[in-house]
């Protein structure tokens, strides 16, 4: 099973969107700073979060954050700055006192934009032959052109990252779109048919719902669109949202993908682990970023 780029973007009704600040301002930490910003995606207004270094020395590295669900609508960009009860802690500041401008918006249905509910969103696109998280890819897009035009980024250094939702709309994006340079996703790499054999695809939200797509790819052929470019894959074997036959079936699409650099390819597999980010993890994906983008 193979599919193109442009065939998974036609597939999940992909859109490219212009994007514009409306407004914008600083908040000042001990060591870092927070952007608050409200950007214009489409005809939507949309919020976004970023956060850099205090002290910016020429063009930084950059991280493209996707945030989690969790049933957390409230929360969206909030993440980057807050953290979840399934991470570590923030990874908005980490990622600052590394050297990485780190951007972060709030998706369709989450954050400022929880407006309608997930299943009346999704349930109209649907109708309309799109996808919930069709919508949601086009804006993350869009926050990626506009991480790409700041002053303060090298647009060559773009990784993207995410747990979760946050990990699908990173490799997804990334397999679509090459300026990602890098990619570190969690908890959410698997085989969606293996998933539906096991009863384990109910776990997810509706948003993730893409008419027509096992018909021509899975998760490994989707994250074998990223080579040759670096991928860090973290998984937790008591994931009950990403069994480890799920797992292992995607892992046996995409690594052939990766013959040529084998080196690009990494799998952090914990025993034990449920659905969450774990100190192992947290260490493999600054490792992974100061590695593929300093």
Request: glycine share 10%.
């Amino acid at each position: 099973m193979a599919i193109t780029r442009a065939r998974f973007a036609e597939l999940l009704g992909f859109e490219t969107r212009n994007i514009a600040v409306i407004d914008r301002w600083d908040e000042a930490q001990d060591d870092f700073v927070v952007e608050h910003l409200k950007l214009r995606i489409g005809d939507e207004e949309v919020r976004g979060i970023l956060t850099r270094p205090a002290v910016v020395d020429g063009k930084l590295p950059a991280i493209l954050y996707g945030h989690s669900h969790g049933g957390g609508y409230s929360v969206g960009a909030r993440e980057l700055l807050d953290g979840r009860e399934y991470l570590v802690g923030p990874l908005g500041p980490v990622f600052a006192r590394a050297g990485y401008v780190t951007l972060c918006i709030d998706m369709p249905i989450f954050g400022e934009r929880a407006k309608v509910s997930e299943s009346a969103a999704a349930k109209a696109l649907l109708w309309h032959g799109k996808s919930l998280f069709g919508e949601m890819l086009s804006d993350h897009a869009a926050a990626l052109t506009y991480l790409a035009a700041r002053d303060d980024v090298d647009a060559s250094r773009i990784g993207a990252f995410g747990l979760s939702m946050g990990c699908v709309l990173s490799y997804w994006l990334a397999a679509i779109d090459d300026r990602i340079a890098a990619v570190a996703h969690l908890c959410c790499f698997a085989d969606f048919r293996t998933m539906i054999e096991l009863g384990a695809h109910d776990g997810h939200g509706i948003y993730l719902t893409v008419p027509g797509l096992l018909r021509e790819a899975d998760g490994g052929t989707i994250a074998a669109l990223i080579a040759p470019r670096p991928q860090l894959i973290c998984v937790g074997e008591a994931d009950h949202l990403s069994p480890p036959l799920a797992v292992q079936r995607a892992w046996a699409e995409l690594e052939p993908a990766y013959a040529g650099s084998p080196d690009k390819l990494e799998l952090l597999s914990e025993p034990g682990v449920g659905h969450q980010e774990t100190p192992q993890m947290r260490e493999a994906v600054l490792a992974f970023f100061g590695k593929r983008l300093g």
